[in-house]
């Protein structure tokens, strides 16, 4: 049982560390939320994990995701204009559901498109969050119907607020620049990211998931920023290829990122 404890709290440290890691000098807003999501699913025994945020017109696009299936999750409610990850954006307060089966009549769209895929049986939506301001919602998804304890709310809710705080912080660096204008930044990154997963894909005949793993394993390990290299490939800049070998365990640590000439 103290191994189990020990072990949980060595994750927590590690989710903390990686989180305040992305916040220091010029840091990626892409990949603050895609480890969000990451460390989510890890720490709180999600089977996948989600992230939405409000436009500049308040609109919700999702903008990480730990897998296809929960990106589609999100896509559905946003589809639908229902949903726990909706509500819990709308109102700025968490939002618990423990058995989708059960909220039918809440969110009908959404709940039959979700029993069509028979993927998740429950969500928990946390808001993003300062004080009353909602910039958008972390949204945990199982495959089994259950509660999430106390304790993993509490977890799941602090994990979103370092995220908002970093969102946030970026507004205060950036003198005269509002917070909407900052989401857009990241919303647009994603669209590029989006289209360098599909160049990976198609590529390797990979399916998305495995494309994008390798994407930011090479942006990591290259300590290039995630949309700079996904960028960089949809303008040809980069070749696929590098990505690829670099991303390979049995390459890592010899490859370097390099620029092809331009044609």
Not at 216 to 224: F, G, L, M, V
Not at 232 to 241: A, G, I, N, Q, Y
Request: negative net charge; hydrophobic residues 45%.
């Amino acid at each position: 049982m103290s191994q189990a404890v020990s072990g949980r709290e060595q994750l927590v440290s590690r989710a903390f560390i990686g989180l305040a890691d992305t916040l220091v000098d010029d840091y990626d807003m892409i990949e603050l939320l895609d480890r969000l999501v990451g460390y989510s699913a890890e720490l709180l025994a999600a089977d996948a994990a989600g992230l939405v945020l409000g436009d500049a017109k308040g609109t919700l696009r999702v903008v990480a995701s730990s897998s296809e299936d929960a990106e589609l999750m999100e896509l559905l409610q946003l589809q639908n204009d229902e949903g726990p990850c909706l509500e819990c954006y709308h109102t700025a307060t968490p939002v618990s559901v423990p058995d989708l089966d059960d909220a039918g009549r809440r969110w009908p769209g959404f709940t039959a498109a979700v029993r069509a895929r028979g993927v998740f049986r429950s969500v928990h939506a946390l808001p993003l969050r300062l004080r009353k301001e909602s910039i958008g919602a972390l949204n945990l998804f199982h495959s089994r119907p259950g509660p999430l304890p106390e304790v993993d709310l509490a977890l799941g809710q602090a994990l979103a607020d370092v995220a908002t705080i970093g969102i946030l912080q970026e507004r205060a660096i950036r003198r005269g620049e509002v917070v909407t204008e900052q989401l857009q930044t990241a919303l647009n990154s994603r669209v590029v990211i989006e289209q360098a997963k599909g160049v990976i894909a198609e590529r390797a005949g990979l399916p998305m998931d495995a494309a994008f793993d390798r994407l930011r394993r090479y942006a990591r390990s290259s300590n290039q920023k995630l949309s700079d290299v996904a960028r960089r490939l949809v303008e040809r800049d980069l070749d696929p290829e590098l990505v690829l070998r670099a991303a390979h365990p049995a390459a890592a640590g010899r490859s370097r990122p390099l620029r092809t000439p331009n044609t």
